[in-house]
């Protein structure tokens, strides 16, 4: 079945500095979701990127579709303490579900 | 503000009991879900509903039984469940199935088994 492997698993960065996590499908994708979950909440959805080589935007995030549409990432530039959470990719292959990655928690230093 | 609700949000409960989740979107959505999270695990898809037919089952143990009596309600009954099944029970809606569609997730039941 369709894996979605995220790496790193966890990343501690100083405030200020750059943070990026990257997502890798077993398979090629359709689409690709990114969302963040707040300690304590549920995951809130970020944006969503569907054409090779896409990239979008959000104010210091920048996310990335690979040109294979087999990966993804997301970058964030001078982080803050607001930034704090677990980011996940979820890819979708044309089928009923989304496939979440395991997620990068990220921890801000202030 | 979440369009999404769940009820309760805290349920400890022992193995032999049984104990229902219940989870309500405001949001004029045909889909809703069932995922499981546990800690260092990814999300698991637990369960999907189009229009309150179920259209996908991710090999869930019979222990867990859904159930979907209209577009904007959804239930999750638990009977005789393992200390393994301790997790966060999330729900969640889209406006239709499809991986393509943006999931509204509501704010989750901490389930734990004893």
């Known amino acids: 079945g369709q894996q979605v492997m995220q790496i790193p698993q966890y990343q501690h960065v100083q405030e200020g500095e750059d943070f990026t996590t990257y997502c890798n499908s077993s398979t090629t994708l359709s689409n690709i979701q990114w969302y963040k979950q707040r300690p304590g909440g549920h995951p809130v959805f970020l944006i969503q990127?569907?054409?090779?080589?896409e990239v979008k935007k959000q104010k210091r995030l920048t996310f990335q579709f690979g040109e294979a549409k087999k990966n993804s990432s997301l970058h964030i530039t001078a982080t803050q303490t607001t930034d704090v959470g677990t980011y996940f990719c979820a890819g979708g292959a044309g089928s009923y579900q989304l496939t979440f990655g395991k997620g990068t928690k990220l921890s801000v230093i202030p | 503000e979440t369009g999404v609700t769940q009820t309760p949000r805290h349920l400890v409960m022992g193995m032999t009991n049984k104990k229902s989740l219940k989870c309500e979107q405001h949001l004029g959505h045909n889909a809703m879900y069932w995922y499981k999270q546990s800690a260092k695990k990814p999300l698991e898809l637990m369960f999907v509903y189009s229009l309150e037919e179920r259209v996908e089952n991710n090999s869930v143990p019979s222990r867990f039984s859904p159930e979907c009596p209209n577009s904007s309600h959804l239930f999750l009954h638990l009977h005789t469940l393992q200390p393994e099944d301790s997790a966060l029970y999330l729900c969640?809606?889209?406006?239709?199935?499809?991986?393509?569609?943006?999931?509204?997730f509501g704010p989750g039941t901490r389930l734990t088994v004893l």
């Open positions: 969640a809606s889209s406006p239709a199935v499809g991986g393509h569609n943006e999931q509204f």
């Open positions: 990127l569907v054409k090779s080589g």
